[in-house]
Each structure stands twice: as structure tokens, then as C-alpha cells.
Nanobody, 122 residues
Framework: QVQLVESGGGLVQAGGSLRLSCAAS????????MGWFRQAPGKEREFVQA????????SYADSVKGRFTISRDNAKNTVYLQMNSLKAEDTAVYYC???????????????WGQGTQVTVSS
């Protein structure tokens, strides 16, 4: 069982930056692949970025390429999403997710956080 708690969301102007954090409970955090998803109002939840258990491999959506960076600190049981050059279309609730593999966490992750709101003003 893994419990995930996101933080770091807020209101930022277009072009600005935010860093989201996701703290995970449990002693097996380092064995899980982690991911970030987002859901904008009236839209389906979409994949943003994912990282494997060691941090050696990442995956990302084209919409955030070159602007967002996922990382993890297994000693702190935390995964991060650094978001730069934010745009109004990045406004969404951002969710942290976890599963046993990179392929699973990108598609049908088993564990989810409660989400954190990111609002980008234009």
C-alpha cells in the first residue's frame, strides 16, 4: 500500500515556475515508478511525466517537453515536478501516481494522490 500527498500548487503568472512535491508513505517507495498527471476543467485526466524506480529513465508528454522535469529523492520518499515557462493551458489539478513499472504508471497507475491545483494566469 502506498499513500501519496501532493503539495506545491498555487497561482502563478504565465512564464513563471512552480515545483510540485509528492510525499509517499511506506518503506517500498524506491521500488515504485512514479508519475504526474493533470486534469483541466472539462477535460480528461492526462499523463504528464513519469520516472522509474531509480530515476534513470523518464517519460514525458510532448506538451511539456523542455519545460517540465520530473525527479525523485528515494531517501526522502519524494518525487518532484519542476514546471518552468508555465502557460495558461497548464492550469489543472495535478495528481501524483505510483505503480510497479514505468509502463504501468504511465497508463493505469494503481495509486493516486488527492491532487493539487495549479493555476496559471495569462
Amino acid at each position: 500500500q502506498v499513500q501519496l500527498v501532493e503539495s506545491g500548487g498555487g497561482l502563478v503568472q504565465a512564464g513563471g515556475s512552480l515545483r510540485l512535491s509528492c510525499a509517499a508513505s511506506g518503506r517500498t517507495f524506491s521500488s515504485y515508478a512514479m508519475g504526474w498527471f493533470r486534469q483541466a476543467p472539462g477535460k480528461e485526466r492526462e499523463f504528464v511525466q513519469a520516472i522509474n524506480w531509480s530515476g534513470s529513465t523518464t517519460s514525458y508528454a510532448d506538451s511539456v517537453k523542455g519545460r517540465f522535469t520530473i525527479s525523485r529523492d528515494n531517501a526522502k520518499n519524494t518525487v518532484y515536478l519542476q514546471m518552468n515557462s508555465l502557460k495558461a493551458e497548464d492550469t489543472a489539478v495535478y495528481y501524483c501516481a505510483a505503480d510497479q513499472s514505468l509502463s504501468l504508471v504511465r497508463t493505469t497507475p494503481r495509486y493516486w494522490g488527492q491532487g493539487t491545483q495549479v493555476t496559471v494566469s495569462s
